[in-house]
């Protein structure tokens, strides 16, 4: 059986990888449609390797008669067009901010919390978490089953895609700009991207704390365990695709570095890259393209009585965004919910 899917913010960069995935995953679709706002009708975008669509208009368009929606065309846009498409029936996956903290949408990364995709047709939308937490989640999860976490101390490293292709092109910009000395105003971000690193993702809320970091806090609580203590610096670096973080991680009870490489090894969505001495551990270099999130340096913090620390790295625009939303997608398939 085939479906029905339309991709909502197909001329972006997030929509492009879904098209992209659902192809490479050979998802079984009948017809797909790519949605954009209206200055894009009438443009080309892939999906796959041969075949090319024609962007229509998202504004006016009719969801009536399809199965699947792949949102990602800015909070605001879901906001008004993820309900429209619900309503008629169609099952929204919601890639933006809007919808994830709402009581009555479930918040899913396939790995670590299939199982709350239950409840899904409270509001027909299942929501996409941030990128930074979908990556450190899925490391997490297979450690949180054995020894159970208390704490995660996190700081990322995140990749100018983040902020959408303009993100890029402004990186690019301002890096040759240096190069031929002249200089290149930032306008996606709030400083000079280029060379530097930015210590802001979103805005300053009233503790101090930015809109990135707070997501990861609360997203956290929401997938994984409200229990558990969160502290995140989301930090903005020079590089084009691929998110990092250092994560150190507290647990109730004691768990060895074997144990955690063991958990690590035979969990899904994870590659263990882990032989420091042979300078074999993953960068963002590496995780482009990739479906997994990538761990490394898995080692003992002696500063608390069960502490282990380590680094993740994963493909932001894949398993960050595009990927987790078609894995959303063919988990209601094979759940039999669709």
Not at 161 to 177: H, I, N, V, Y
Not at 186 to 209: C, H, T, V
């Amino acid at each position: 059986m085939g479906y029905r899917v339309a991709v909502v913010g197909a001329t972006g960069a997030v929509g492009a990888e879904m098209l992209n995935i659902l192809a490479e995953r050979d998802f079984p679709v009948d017809q797909v449609v790519a949605l954009a706002s209206k200055n894009s009708v009438g443009k080309e975008v892939s999906f796959g390797e041969k075949d090319e669509l024609k962007v229509d208009a998202l504004d006016d368009f009719d969801f009536e008669g399809y199965d699947i929606a792949l949102f990602s065309p800015g909070a605001s846009v879901s906001k008004i067009h993820a309900p429209r498409a619900a309503q008629a029936g169609c099952t929204v996956i919601d890639n933006t901010s809007h919808f994830r903290m709402d009581p009555d949408v479930p918040l899913i990364v396939p790995e670590v919390n299939r199982e709350a995709l239950e409840g899904f047709r409270e509001r027909n939308i299942i929501a996409n978490p941030n990128c930074s937490t979908i990556q450190m989640l899925v490391a997490l999860k297979p450690l949180h089953d054995t020894a159970r976490i208390k704490r995660i101390v996190v700081s990322t490293y995140q990749s100018a895609s983040g902020a959408g292709k303009a993100g890029m092109d402004e990186l690019f910009d301002q890096t040759k700009g240096i190069y031929e000395t002249r200089q290149v105003e930032p306008k996606k971000f709030q400083k000079r991207l280029a060379f530097n690193l930015i210590p802001q993702i979103g805005n300053f809320l009233e503790d101090g704390s930015t809109q990135e970091e707070w997501k990861m806090v609360v997203e956290t609580k929401k997938i994984l365990d409200p229990e558990i203590e969160v502290s995140v610096t989301c930090v903005r670096v020079p590089v084009f695709v691929g998110h990092s973080e250092a994560v150190n991680v507290e647990f109730e009870h004691e768990l060895s570095v074997e144990e955690a490489r063991d958990a690590l090894y035979e969990a899904p969505g994870i590659q263990l890259i882990d032989k420091p001495d042979e300078l074999y551990y993953a960068t963002p270099v590496d995780c482009v393209g990739e479906f997994d999130v990538l761990v490394s340096r898995v080692r003992k913090d002696d500063t608390v009585p069960f502490g282990l620390n380590m680094w993740v790295v994963g493909d932001n625009l894949r398993k960050g965004a595009a990927l987790n939303a078609v894995q959303i997608a063919e988990c209601l398939v094979d759940d039999g919910l669709i």
